[in-house]
């Protein structure tokens, strides 16, 4: 027995990979979009039997393809070398991280698991025909495809990523619009004309009144649509950054999955096709009019498609085109690379392009959001702590207060990048965190928590003296109305034990410019004439937003203009 353990031990020693990788399951983590993505690999005779995906905070609708396509494949091919799908990268990356972190665990090389997977490719040529065909499978596109439908077109959508949500899903999930009824039971008083005044004025007056009007006064039935639909809000309405008044209506579900999943799931049993991995990139035009549009498949696949009725663009906006933010942009020091994104990597400008291409005039092209709680690493919001303005507040690396946090966005962004390293931390309490988010982000390293003002200052590494003294004057201006800063929205301190803060910084966030329309949402060409059968929606179109778009009046918009384009072009 004992030569028989000594020459078990001397195997081990000699082929440690052998030994181990008789173990069946390794479990493994890596960070994707949300944080830590854990994998759990099985290996059978050397081969990897089966990837299983644990626990992550992953945002539901945007990863979901990375994570069954990703492990699939990485079972079919043995192989970790492999593309990441298309607006899930970051989820794609942390899978193929974690799985050869397992390959190492159990003693085997991740160079036999990396041979290269030749991508499918395809000559083929569709050619397809339908009443309407939007180009965008977002917030607005998505609003007008089931508009459409409603009113008997048949519809057909293409979405260049592997799924739907745009910049929608991505979203803080905030909605503007008056609301008698909810404000009325937070003491908020508020008008349509109010929220138009708010919204020019937000915007310098540069917005072209007669769509802000429309954007304003369609808000209202636009929300009760999507509460016919199922989409649940919360019942009180608060402030969103940059919103300047409390008719924010914050989504159930988090960010703007909820918009996405009340859509597909209004579009379930329709005829409406949504053709994913589809990059429409030419409107085609016949005697004047848009006929229909060519797109390329991400497997090579020619399609052509005819528009009966007429073509919307829904195809949202540029903020994630390094060259073209470069090329507009006039207000901020740079937005070359170095400047994160909140948007998706599908925020190309495409739509834009293909209008300009065929005439389209644009207006406002050189006005581009930042916000203020972007991820300082990825410019997401995760590990952001809340999304309304009455329960935090911004300082900056020396533990003081540096901005009214009610202010216009351009505001707080551009003092946000005059601060030490253009970082600040957002900060709240136990009484404003009446949700889980923070627990979550302080779990997941975003964010840091402390049961003290001291031990959260030293959490954050801000000297305490300076942070408690910020705390005190910021909860004296709550209970006398009156804040150095400007600040107006003061309805909660911050008093309740834990303390959480997380560290924040500017990114990009929307493009205000785009495709000029009317007030039937019809694209406008540079003569100032409507281009038939072409119509536009979201953050795609211009001169709706200003200068400076309030925060909650994007998904507002979607929706209003979205409805209107949807029905215009069937009428």
Not at 89 to 117: H, M, Q, R, W, Y
Not at 287 to 296: K, T
Not at 519 to 541: F, H, S
Request: glycine share 12%; charged share 15%.
């Amino acid at each position: 027995m004992k030569r028989f353990l000594v020459f078990i031990l001397a195997l081990v020693f000699m082929f440690p990979g052998a030994a181990l990788a008789q173990q069946d399951s390794y479990t493994a983590s890596s960070d994707g979009m949300g944080g830590p993505l854990e994998v759990t690999v099985t290996f059978e005779g050397g081969k990897i039997a089966s990837v299983t995906i644990g626990a992550n905070n992953e945002t539901p609708g945007v990863s979901d393809k990375a994570l069954t396509d990703i492990p699939a494949q990485i079972v079919q091919y043995q192989s970790v070398a492999l593309d990441a799908v298309s607006g899930a990268t970051l989820s794609s990356n942390a899978i193929i991280n974690a799985v050869k972190a397992c390959i190492e665990l159990a003693g085997l090389n991740v160079d036999d698991f990396s041979a290269p997977v030749a991508a499918v490719t395809s000559d083929a040529q569709v050619e397809m025909t339908a009443d309407v065909v939007v180009i965008g499978a977002g917030g607005a596109g998505l609003a007008a495809a089931i508009t459409a439908q409603e009113k008997g077109a048949q519809v057909i959508v293409l979405e260049k990523m592997s799924s739907a949500g745009g910049n929608t899903i991505l979203s803080g999930g905030l909605y503007n619009c008056v609301d008698p009824t909810r404000q009325q039971r937070s003491g908020v008083e508020d008008s349509v004309e109010k929220h138009i005044q708010q919204t020019l004025e937000g915007g310098d007056n540069v917005a072209n009144p007669e769509l802000v009007q429309i954007l304003c006064e369609n808000a209202t039935d636009g929300l009760l649509w999507l509460e016919s639909m199922g989409m649940m809000f919360d019942e009180d309405v608060t402030t969103a950054t940059g919103a300047l008044w409390p008719r924010s209506h914050q989504a159930v579900l988090p960010n703007g999955t909820g918009f996405i999943q009340t859509y597909l799931k209004a579009l379930e049993g329709t005829d409406v096709q949504i053709l994913y991995q589809v990059r429409a990139d030419q409107i085609l035009m016949e005697d004047g009019r848009a006929v229909g549009v060519h797109a390329v498949g991400d497997d090579g696949t020619d399609y052509t498609f005819t528009a009966n009725k007429g073509v919307i663009l829904a195809s949202g906006g540029y903020g994630s085109n390094v060259e073209m933010r470069q090329q507009y942009n006039t207000q901020w020091p740079t937005l070359d690379e170095s400047v994160t994104s909140s948007n998706s990597i599908g925020a190309t400008g495409d739509g834009i392009i293909m209008a300009q291409a065929i005439g389209a005039n644009l207006v406002g092209m050189d006005y581009i959001q930042l916000h203020p709680l972007g991820n300082p690493e990825t410019g997401n919001f995760a590990g952001a702590l809340r999304g309304d303005v009455e329960s935090y507040i911004q300082v900056n690396l020396e533990g003081e207060r540096y901005v009214a946090e009610d202010a216009r966005r351009d505001v707080l962004c551009s003092a946000a990048l005059e601060q030490t390293d253009g970082l600040m931390w957002q900060v709240t309490d136990s009484n404003s965190a009446s949700n889980s988010t923070p627990e979550n982000a302080v779990s997941l390293g975003y964010a840091v928590k402390g049961d003290t003002l001291e031990e959260l200052a030293q959490a954050m590494g801000v000297d305490p003296a300076a942070f408690v003294a910020t705390i005190e004057q910021y909860n004296t201006a709550v209970d006398t109305g009156v804040d150095e800063l400007g600040r107006t929205i003061l309805t909660k301190k911050i008093e309740v034990a834990p303390f959480y803060a997380a560290l924040r910084s500017v990114t990009v966030h929307h493009t205000m410019g785009g495709v000029e329309i009317n007030a039937q949402a019809q694209v406008i060409d540079t003569n100032g004439q409507v281009i038939p059968c072409l119509y536009a929606a979201g953050e795609v179109t211009g001169g709706i937003h200003g200068s400076n778009r309030l925060g909650g009046n994007a998904l507002a918009d979607t929706v209003v203009f979205g409805r209107i384009a949807g029905s215009n072009v069937v009428s």
